[in-house]
């Protein structure tokens, strides 16, 4: 179903702080919830990322601080169990009921985040994709995990060229939905969306006029991988295991579940299933981390229109904070 987001009045101008992981949102949108409160004005976060909105994922998911949380208002976290799921259009129409509370509190409203799915939902509307179909999905499941998804992305790449090109060999979640969309309806995810290519939002695609995005991209890709490996790592150290260990004593809770197919979760689920070392669990990791990156980029670079920064060059940071102020008159 399509959402209804081409209303947003001229006025109602929405900053949206975006780029890779790790590549410090956060960190700026929390610098300028501090700069407006020194103004007598109010900044509330709202977060665009499918992992934060699931309870009980909080070190691999990087989560805000409680300290954060309580220093400025977030949205968007916390909001679901982790057997629920959450989708694309839920979130676009639940940021643009939150945008007109906020104001309507005389706050402020950013939104923050990576999953550019949800972004695209939110900026664009969703293309009338077809729902989706728990018969096949179950039998899309049970090849995967007999057949491995690589074998899966390859059958793919045979019916729809143009959407295995731009996913990852193991992203299960979305070869399975490309997968069943084809078998549901006789044509590719690709030729759905080219049916609509006004709201797919990615290739090509102009920033409406009622938002600004402001897009951190680190120029230094060694760099943010290092500093992906020792934010892991710190995880580690604070608990991450623990924190799966505990998620498992739900016997609701199981590895095909979006919540524990999230970064890390689904390979510190395999490590403790068993299937894979300790070592193999961290690698896995930090590689399934780099391109979750990557496939962010690849989103951002097509996107014509964003205000690029570098967020690992001072000066750049500093200016990328300066240009927010601008925009929101604080």
């Given at each position: 179903m399509q959402t209804e987001l081409h209303i947003q009045p001229e006025h109602a101008l929405v900053l949206c702080i975006v780029g890779p992981t790790g590549s410090g949102k956060t960190h700026l949108a929390m610098r300028l919830a501090e700069q407006a409160k020194s103004q007598g004005k109010g900044i509330e976060i709202i977060s665009m990322d499918s992992a934060l909105v699931y309870r009980g994922l909080d070190i691999g998911s990087a989560k805000p601080t409680l300290t954060e949380r309580t220093a400025v208002t977030h949205h968007l976290?916390?909001?679901?169990?982790?057997t629920e799921s959450y989708s694309a259009?839920?979130?676009?129409?639940?940021?643009?009921?939150?945008?007109f509370a906020i104001r309507e509190r005389g706050n402020i409203p950013i939104i923050v985040g990576g999953t550019m799915l949800y972004w695209r939902a939110w900026a664009f509307g969703l293309s009338s994709l077809p729902p989706a179909n728990p018969e096949?999905?179950?039998r899309l499941d049970e090849e995967g995990k007999q057949f491995g998804w690589p074998t899966m992305h390859q059958k793919l790449a045979l019916i729809d060229p143009i959407t295995a090109q731009r996913l990852e060999p193991n992203d299960s979640q979305r070869v399975q939905r490309?997968?069943?969309?084809?078998e549901a309806t006789g044509k590719s995810m690709s030729a759905w969306l080219a049916d609509a290519p006004s709201e797919d939002g990615r290739e090509g695609s102009s920033?409406?006029?009622?938002?600004?995005?402001?897009?951190?991209?680190?120029?230094?890709?060694?760099?943010?991988h290092a500093l992906l490996e020792k934010r892991f790592d710190h995880m580690l150290e604070q608990g991450f295991m623990q924190e799966v260990e505990g998620l498992r004593k739900n016997s609701a809770l199981h590895a095909d579940l979006p919540a524990i197919r999230s970064v890390g979760y689904r390979q510190a689920w395999e490590h403790l299933d068993g299937k894979i070392t300790w070592d193999e669990m961290r690698n896995k990791s930090l590689a399934a981390t780099r391109q979750l990156g990557k496939r962010q980029l690849t989103w951002l670079r097509a996107i014509a229109g964003r205000?690029?920064?570098d967020s690992f060059n001072p000066k750049e940071l500093e200016a990328a904070l300066a240009y927010c102020q601008e925009t929101l008159k604080i």
């Open positions: 976290i916390d909001i679901l169990d982790p259009a839920r979130f676009a129409n639940d940021a643009k009921k939150l945008c096949i999905r179950a490309a997968l069943e969309v084809y920033i409406p006029s009622w938002i600004t995005l402001v897009s951190l991209e680190p120029g230094d890709r060694a760099k943010l205000k690029v920064f």
